[in-house]
């Protein structure tokens, strides 16, 4: 429990939080906490989306969702690490990481703040499409608030050191990169929810993708098709 | 001499006061002219002696903008005092936590629970496998986006196939697939000769093997059965159709 104090820190003190990353203050245990918290969090979310299925996808589904974040992370953050140094930063790597990982604990704590939404539609409605495009947009609004949370940060970090503003524009367009790798991601990890029509599968066959998929869920619930 | 004023002294310092009124006044207003249209800097500022009223219409200096997080001069604010938030979310995760434990307990005797205790949609995901049937009878397996229809039971159990797997769908839902080739299954008796195909309820004896060959079967199609077994099913429409009685037959 002592971890999730990190998650106050992050959501009602920020400015110190990003100050202290930015001043080198206590980094490592930050890091720990904020890795504990996000992964407790996805592991919670992650069975919640899987209980619509099976009991089996809700383990596999709170097995997975930690990893699709920390996987996303670690595939981005070299990115992000390495155009902050072209750009003039002096940050070094763990407090570079500090500043992602902030943005996903925010995610993950968004996440379950929307989890009791998403089981009171779980128990009231059988709506596999429905329920599958209400946790895209969960999860569209959680990213999008963790990633503002790691912009404001870099802001912070970034202030009187050279380059500060070109160093912003390098994190709005890291943020789209991460976007694309998440959503990929997710996809190779699918499923999270599990067709009910399906049997439970650790991992599905690759085909198709995530954009696609989700215009074809859109389609169906407008009624302009039925999803094959 | 009298300290008394005079009336004609007194004109004379009307006049005056007159005077320095008007000049007042014109200078004012050439200020003020001066202000708004060339929004040139203020004028130095006059002598004490020769003051007059600052012009409202002034331009103020602009208000300081509040330095903001990621400006030079920035400050964080104090923190704010610790409310126990990590004791609501960690009370919040342990609630999240019971309540999808719950709701995965079965509570029906057929082991379903109260994640999935709604009438499911069971959306169709159409992959090869899918089995479908429509208002009559038959049942078809999609293959390569072919509908094959399993031409009996037997070929249906030979296959595998589960009824709980069984798609019941509209008519028009059926026709919108292309056709495959039927998906048939083939019995023999060991002390028979003759090859027949199940079709339906009835089996039909194939003449020879060139017929065999043309209508695409291949050789592990074929089931061997109960010679019992085969003789009660009807006998059918030989393949070709002027095929006549297979030989020895019942």
Redesign the interface.
């Known amino acids: 429990m002592k971890a999730l104090t990190v998650i106050e820190s992050i959501l009602r003190n920020r400015y110190q939080h990003f100050v202290a990353i930015r001043d080198g203050e206590d980094v490592p245990a930050k890091l720990r906490a904020m890795l504990l918290s996000s992964i407790v969090l996805a592991v919670i979310y992650g069975a919640v989306l899987g209980s619509s299925h099976s009991v089996l996808q809700a383990l596999s589904s709170a097995v997975k969702l930690p990893i699709l974040f920390l996987a996303t992370l670690a595939i981005c953050s070299p990115t992000l690490y390495f155009f902050q140094i072209l750009f003039g930063s002096r940050q070094t790597i763990g407090q570079s990481f500090a500043l992602m990982l902030t943005a996903v604990t925010v995610t993950a704590v968004l996440l379950v703040a929307f989890a009791p939404v998403v089981l009171f539609f779980l128990l009231t409605t059988a709506d596999y499409q429905l329920f599958k495009l209400l946790n895209v947009a969960v999860f569209a609004i959680a990213g999008f608030r963790g990633v503002a949370f790691l912009s404001e940060g870099i802001k912070i970090v970034a202030a009187n050191e050279q380059g500060a503003k070109a160093r912003r524009t390098v994190v709005r367009a890291w943020v789209l990169l991460y976007g694309l790798v998440g959503s990929q991601m997710a996809w190779a990890l699918r499923p999270f929810v599990g067709a009910p029509s399906l049997p439970f599968e650790l991992f599905r066959n690759l085909g198709g993708s995530f954009y696609a998929n989700v215009f074809a869920s859109l389609g169906e619930i407008l009624g302009f098709w039925t999803v094959h | 001499m009298s300290d008394q004023p005079t009336p004609r002294n007194s004109r004379n310092v009307d006049e005056v006061l007159d005077l320095l009124l008007d000049a007042l006044l014109e200078r004012n207003a050439q200020r003020r002219r001066q202000a708004a249209a060339a929004k040139k800097p203020a004028p130095a500022p006059e002598p004490k002696t020769e003051t007059a009223p600052e012009p409202e219409s002034e331009p103020e200096p602009a208000a300081a903008r509040e330095p903001q997080?990621?400006?030079?001069n920035?400050t964080?604010?104090p923190?704010?005092p610790?409310?126990?938030?990590?004791?609501l979310?960690?009370r919040?995760?342990l609630a999240?936590?019971l309540?999808?434990i719950v709701?995965?307990i079965p509570v029906t005797r057929y082991g379903v629970?109260?994640?999935?205790i709604?009438?499911?949609?069971?959306?169709?995901?159409?992959r090869d496998g899918l089995l479908l049937k429509g208002s009559g009878p038959e049942v078809y397996r999609l293959e390569e986006n072919k509908l094959r229809w399993v031409s009996s039971l037997d070929a249906f159990y030979h296959l595998g196939l589960q009824w709980d797997d069984v798609?019941q769908v509209d008519d028009a839902y059926i026709d919108t697939f292309e056709r495959g080739e039927p998906i048939h299954v083939l019995l023999k008796c060991r002390t028979s000769p003759h090859i027949y195909r199940l079709e339906g309820d009835q089996k039909r004896w194939i003449k020879d093997i060139a017929t065999f060959r043309v209508e695409g079967h291949q050789w592990d199609e074929v089931r061997f059965v109960e010679c019992g077994y085969l003789d009660s099913i009807p006998l059918g429409t030989p393949i070709p159709a002027d095929a006549g009685l297979p030989p020895n037959s019942n």
Do not use: C, E, F
């Open positions: 997080p990621g400006d030079n920035w964080p604010p923190p704010v610790s409310m126990g938030l990590h004791r979310i960690w919040m995760l999240v936590a309540v999808t709701i995965n629970s109260l994640a999935r709604l009438p499911d949609k069971q959306q169709l995901v159409v798609h």
